[in-house]
């Protein structure tokens, strides 16, 4: 019995010790108050996207949750204006899956918000499926839409600066590749997708989120807005919404014993957006709070201007 309750002891300390040393990661610990400031969060009303509203919620700041479902979105800014004691958090009609409704979103914050200190695209989708246009869920709604949203909204980022355009990638951009003949394919009808090819076109759209933040930041030297781009860690959210009940089943366990939660995972996305003297960094990747270095594909300045050009003619703006 005795040898029994080591081993029990062992294991509990393995798990904090991983726990906390592997996935629990670090705390922003930047001072930064955003009083008079305004701030965009794409997907704000679940997961990361809406700790890190309420967080800069909690700073003074005016934060526009864009999300696609209004119901929750409406639930979650009353949410954060409840616990942050801030009544300056609205929610803003975003469909990422439809460039029409990027355009749309775009046109009616230009007219009624007269500043834009700071955009944060962190939405994302894991999962089959293709946009309205018929491009690939995840490229359309994890690089194709807020390329758009971010153009569409950069004059206005110039105007406000210094400011910073921050996007969610993640580590599995490390196995992510660039098919430009496949990115250019449209489907009327969603075809069936395995497990793995829509793990695989989620770590592809992570790539474009670093090649994209790599030639914007090139696209923007000598002005006062900055980009960044990041894992936010490992963590259990409803990203994998879309994959089938059986495998959100099966990963839900391990989810919870050994992923961050929300709050957690928020933390690098509010250094990228608040830590101050990290401007001369713009277009890198962080992890934990600190600069990382990207994958081999990540680093390459032919492919992330390439990627550009063929997203502007995607998305009808070449």
Not at 226 to 245: A, D, K, M
Request: aromatic share 8%; proline share 3%; hydrophobic share 40%.
């Amino acid at each position: 019995t005795s040898m029994y309750l080591y081993l029990v002891a062992a294991a509990v300390w393995v798990y904090v010790l991983v726990f906390y040393g592997l996935f629990k990661g670090t705390r922003c610990l930047s001072p930064a108050w955003l009083k008079g400031k305004t701030v965009v969060v794409t997907g704000s009303n679940t997961g990361i996207g809406k700790s890190t509203a309420l967080e800069l919620a909690k700073r003074g700041a005016r934060v526009i949750l864009a999300c696609r479902n209004k119901e929750k979105a409406e639930a979650a800014a009353f949410d954060i204006r409840s616990e942050s004691g801030n009544p300056q958090v609205v929610f803003m009609q975003l469909d990422l899956a439809s460039l029409k409704s990027v355009r749309s979103f775009a046109e009616t914050f230009l007219k009624t918000e007269p500043r834009l200190d700071i955009l944060i695209n962190n939405a994302g989708v894991l999962g089959p499926g293709c946009t309205e246009e018929g491009f690939d869920l995840a490229f359309g709604v994890n690089h194709l839409g807020h390329f758009l949203l971010t153009n569409l909204l950069l004059e206005r980022l110039r105007l406000c600066g210094p400011s910073r355009v921050i996007t969610v990638s993640a580590l599995l951009h490390r196995i992510g590749s660039i098919d430009f003949q496949g990115l250019a394919l449209r489907t009327d009808a969603v075809h069936p997708q395995s497990a793995w090819s829509s793990l695989q076109a989620y770590c592809n759209s992570k790539l474009c989120n670093v090649l994209f933040t790599r030639e914007l930041a090139n696209r923007l030297e000598g002005t006062d807005v900055t980009c960044y781009t990041l894992h936010p860690g490992v963590i259990y959210t409803e990203l994998c919404r879309n994959l089938s009940q059986w495998l959100q089943l099966l990963m839900m366990p391990l989810a919870k014993l050994f992923l961050l939660d929300p709050s957690g995972g928020c933390q690098t996305t509010l250094y990228c957006a608040l830590q101050e003297g990290i401007e001369p960094l713009s277009g890198r990747y962080f992890s934990s709070c600190a600069l990382q270095q990207v994958g081999a594909n990540g680093r390459d300045d032919g492919l992330a201007k390439k990627l550009w050009e063929v997203s502007e003619r995607l998305t009808g703006m070449a």
